[in-house]
């Protein structure tokens, strides 16, 4: 148990950001006296299991890596929340609203910062809100992960009150985000291609299609605004960046002084989110190594911006079939 207590009070002051008291962080955890929390700080006094575990909890820390069991070969700490439990819609709502919990819980913690490193997918902040993308992007999901997908056409498809209102929640909680946005320079292409691809198997029509593409045009005009003032129009940064290696999933990263919460996205919409605090450490170096090989478009550099965003208008106005 001593063993234990050390780590705890180790990661506690690890995670105080600086200039900041340790008793401050252990009392935001555990509602207790400034003297209490000092006396369990400096050993006098031990934490008891529950107050171990709200530790832990707090922090995403695993218990077996308190108790210094080996976790190279153990990842039942991994949280998997992903469609296909019930509905696959249900499964994705679940995703949801976890992603939107989160970002509550890391909003009340200082420097917190959301990142997203995809080849497919845009900000939540700007896709979500986009009813026509929204569908697009639910239909032709579903169709992949779905044999028995009723209706088979896009037109048909009706988007369920219930995502509406929490993408919408979602689109909102993002506003007051930090966003680091890692992406392909083949972000659109990608689109189209599958695009493409639903439209020769007649599941698209040529009014859809006209339609998505004038959304993602209003989409790009909107990203290249945020890129050339570094901020959203909430006045929270947002840094841009092309990645110059491949990014093979999506990935979810939202971090602060004290709190990460690590995640990839599965078949497109669903998200697995890892509690395991040695995946959380690998992920966000990860992150943090695909921004050092990438190249920031926001604010700076002018001339990689301005090509980026022309290119990715090309796709889409120059496109024979889309």
């Known amino acids: 148990m001593k063993n234990i207590i050390e780590k705890l009070v180790s990661f ?21 006296s400034n003297e209490a929390a000092y006396r369990r700080l400096r050993g006098e006094v031990d934490f008891s299991f529950e107050e171990v575990v709200k530790i832990a909890k707090a922090f995403n820390l695993s218990l077996d890596y308190l108790a210094g069991i080996n976790q190279e070969n153990n990842r039942d700490n991994v949280q998997i929340i992903c469609p296909g439990l019930g509905s696959s819609l249900d499964g994705y709502c679940q995703s949801v609203e976890k992603l939107i919990n989160s970002i509550k819980e890391l909003k009340t913690h200082s420097n917190s910062t959301f990142s997203l490193a995809s080849s497919i997918h845009f900000p939540f902040s700007y896709t979500y809100k986009n009813p026509i993308l929204l569908k697009y992007r639910l239909f032709s999901w579903l169709y992949q992960f779905e044999n028995n997908l009723s209706p088979k056409k896009m037109k ?26 890692i992406c392909s320079s083949e972000i659109i292409q990608t689109s189209i291609d599958y695009a493409k691809y639903l439209q020769r198997l007649g599941l698209l029509t040529q009014e859809e299609i006209a339609i998505i593409k004038t959304n993602l045009l209003y989409l790009l005009d909107e990203l290249e605004d ?19 290696t491949q990014i093979a999933l999506t990935h979810l990263s939202l971090n602060s002084n004290d709190y990460d919460v690590i995640s990839n996205q599965l078949f497109g919409v669903g998200f697995f989110f890892f509690k395991d605090t040695v995946m959380i450490n690998q992920m966000k170096e990860w992150v943090n190594n695909l921004i050092k090989n990438s190249t920031l478009i926001s604010i700076s550099g002018e001339k990689k911006r301005i090509e980026f965003f022309q290119k990715q208008r090309d796709c889409i106005t120059k496109s024979t079939e889309f």
């Not at 008291?21 to 555990?30: D, G, H, M, R, S």
């Not at 901020?231 to 990645?243: A, D, L, S």
């Open 12 to 32: 506690i002051k690890e995670k105080t950001p600086p200039g900041i008291n340790p008793v401050y962080t252990l009392t935001k955890i555990i509602p207790m």
């Open 156 to 181: 048909d498809f009706i988007v369920p009150s219930e995502v509406i209102e929490l993408e919408n929640v979602l689109c909102h909680e993002m506003q007051d985000l930090s966003i680091n946005f």
């Open 226 to 244: 945020n890129a050339v003032n570094g901020k959203n129009k909430n006045g929270y940064p947002f840094n841009f960046y092309i990645c110059n």
